[in-house]
C-alpha cells in the first residue's frame, strides 16, 4: 500500500538548517506530485510547498520562500525539504503529502510526519 | 496569503446536521472548484473527506457533502455520529498555483 515516512527531523538552533527527507513506496513515486505541509503545536495546517512529478516546478508559501527549497530524487524515491535560516516559528510537524493522479488539486495520502523544533 | 476563514468551533447532537463554512476570495475558493476538507481526529494525520468541491473518496459516507457558492464553500456532515467529533479544515488551491487552508473548525457531537 502506499506509505510515506518522514525523517530528518530534531532540535535546531535559530538560523541553522536541516533537511527533512520523505521514503515512499507503494506507488509509482515519480509520477505524482508532492508536497510539504505543516503543523505547528496545538495549531492549523499550513501548506508549505510543492513539487511537480518531474521536480521541473516547485512552489512555496510566502512564510518560506527563499528559505526552504523543496526537492526530489526519484531514482530514490524521496521527497526532501531543505530548510536554512530557521527560525522559532517554523517549529511544527512536518507531513509529506502525496497529490493524487491527474489534474486532481487536493492531497490525498499523509505521512505520519517529523517533529522540527527551533530553540535555543 | 491569509488563511482561509472559518468558524473556530461548530456543535451539534447525535442525528443532526450541520454545515461548516470556508470563506476565502476570487483568487482562490471562488476562481476555482478545487475545494478539499480534512478531517483530523486528535493524535492522528489528516483525511480527506471531500475534494473539488463536491466529491467523496471512496470509503467516505455519504452523509458528508460538500458545496460553494461565490467565495464560500461549505461542509456539510448530516446524521451526526460521535466518530464526526474532530478538527475540520477546508483547502483551496489558488490563482498563484499555491494551496491555503483554512484556521481549522473544532467539531464537537453533544
Known amino acids: 500500500q502506499v506509505q510515506l515516512v518522514e525523517s530528518g527531523g530534531g532540535v535546531v538552533q535559530p538560523g541553522r538548517s536541516l533537511r527533512l527527507s520523505c521514503a515512499a513506496s507503494?506507488?509509482?513515486?515519480?509520477?505524482?506530485?508532492m508536497h510539504w505541509v505543516r503543523q505547528a503545536p496545538g495549531m492549523g495546517l499550513e501548506w508549505v510547498a510543492v513539487?511537480?512529478?518531474?521536480?521541473?516546478?516547485?512552489f512555496y508559501a510566502d512564510s518560506v520562500k527563499g528559505r526552504f527549497t523543496i526537492s526530489r530524487d526519484n531514482s530514490r524515491n524521496t521527497l526532501y525539504l531543505q530548510m536554512n535560516s530557521l527560525r522559532r516559528e517554523d517549529t511544527a510537524v512536518y507531513y509529506c503529502?502525496?497529490?493524487?493522479?491527474?489534474?486532481?488539486?487536493?492531497?490525498?495520502?499523509w505521512g505520519p510526519g517529523t517533529t522540527v523544533t527551533v530553540s535555543s | 496569503q491569509s488563511a482561509l476563514t472559518q468558524p473556530a468551533s461548530v456543535s451539534g447532537s447525535p442525528g443532526q446536521s450541520i454545515t461548516i463554512s470556508c470563506t476565502g476570495s476570487s483568487s482562490d475558493v471562488g476562481g476555482y472548484d478545487y475545494v478539499s476538507w480534512y478531517q483530523q481526529i486528535p493524535g492522528k494525520v489528516p483525511k480527506v473527506m471531500i475534494y473539488?468541491?463536491?466529491k467523496r473518496p471512496s470509503g467516505v459516507s455519504d452523509r458528508f457533502s460538500g458545496s460553494k457558492s461565490g467565495n464560500t464553500a461549505s461542509l456539510t456532515i448530516s446524521g451526526l455520529q460521535a466518530e464526526d467529533e474532530a478538527d475540520y479544515y477546508c483547502?483551496?488551491?489558488?490563482?498563484?498555483?499555491?494551496?491555503?487552508f483554512g484556521g481549522g473548525t473544532k467539531l464537537t457531537v453533544l
Open positions: 473539488h468541491v463536491t
Open positions: 483547502g483551496s488551491y489558488t490563482r498563484r498555483s499555491t494551496w491555503l
Open positions: 503529502v502525496k497529490a493524487p493522479p491527474g489534474p486532481n488539486y487536493y492531497m490525498d495520502v
Open positions: 513539487i511537480a512529478y518531474d521536480g521541473s516546478n516547485q
Open positions: 507503494g506507488f509509482a513515486f515519480s509520477t505524482y506530485g
